[in-house]
């Protein structure tokens, strides 16, 4: 069996590439901003940058788990979603609400990619 960690801390890595599959870390907005919209596109480009240095991208999504602070936020949330994924390539998908670690996120994504 393969497995690389990468940017481990003492608490979790980014990522964990094991047996081809990359498991990442929950990635939340690094972005002042305070609308979905917003925050949404800036935990994209995380994503793409994190799977990038994984040899992968977000062609290979394979699962995918979104918590959203407030379900108020899903539609315009899906139309940054819808306008990033590549055409035919949606991974499996869960969306959920939960109480986020800081309360100016108003979103956490958890990705499964293959390398």
């Given amino acids: 069996m393969s497995l690389q960690r990468v940017d481990t801390t003492s608490r979790y890595s980014e990522a964990v590439i094991v047996n ?3 498991f ?7 972005t002042q901003a305070s609308d979905i919209k917003t925050q949404t596109e800036n935990v994209l480009r995380q ?7 994984c040899f992968s991208d977000k062609n290979k999504l394979v699962d995918v788990t979104i918590f959203l ?3 108020a936020d899903y539609a315009a949330m899906n139309q940054v979603w819808d306008a990033w994924l590549p055409a035919g390539k949606a991974p499996a998908r869960t969306t959920v609400a939960a109480k986020l670690a800081d309360p100016h996120w108003k979103i956490e994504i958890k990705i499964v990619a293959a390398q």
């Avoid at 990442?24 to 690094?30: L, Q, S, T, Y």
């Avoid at 994503?47 to 990038?52: F, G, I, Y």
């Fill in 20 to 22: 081809g599959l990359i």
């Fill in 69 to 71: 602070a407030d379900l």
């Fill in 47 to 53: 994503v793409e940058a994190l799977l990038e240095r």
């Fill in 24 to 30: 990442c870390a929950g990635m939340v907005p690094d």
